[in-house]
């Protein structure tokens, strides 16, 4: 069964950088498209980015467009999240997980832990 791991989150300050990382089991990785989620105390989680398997096609959120870049590396499992030009409003826990495509993702049903990203101003 597919396991998803987040890990790289961390408190930085606003306008600083992180980098997370999604490390996924599973031999069909490279096949996937990739997808990135966040969710804030009290409020839906919402989407953040998404990757095919090939890296050809990117996707973003209109709030995160321009200050993220999400990328892979299939021969390790890992798909990656630059967050650059943070705010407090980007505060939130960030999961991983596949989606149906880059333009329609729908996530999976199965979530892994999340890691914390908290942007102080």
């Known amino acids: 069964q597919v396991q998803l791991v987040e890990s790289g989150g961390g408190l930085v300050q606003a306008g600083g950088s992180l980098r997370l990382s999604c490390a996924a089991s599973?031999?069909?990785?490279?096949?996937?498209?990739m997808g990135w989620f966040r969710q804030a105390p009290g409020k839906e989680r919402e989407f953040v980015a998404a990757i095919s398997g090939s890296s050809i096609s990117t996707e973003y959120s209109d709030s995160v467009k321009g200050r993220f870049t999400v990328s892979r590396d299939n021969a390790k499992n890992t798909v990656y999240l630059q967050m650059n030009s943070l705010k407090p409003e980007d505060t939130a826990v960030y999961y991983c997980?596949?989606?149906?495509?880059?333009?329609?993702?729908?996530?999976?049903?199965?979530w892994g832990q999340g890691t914390q990203v908290t942007v102080s101003s």
């Open positions: 599973g031999r069909t990785f490279s096949r996937k498209v």
């Open positions: 997980n596949t989606v149906a495509s880059t333009w329609d993702p729908r996530p999976d049903d199965y």
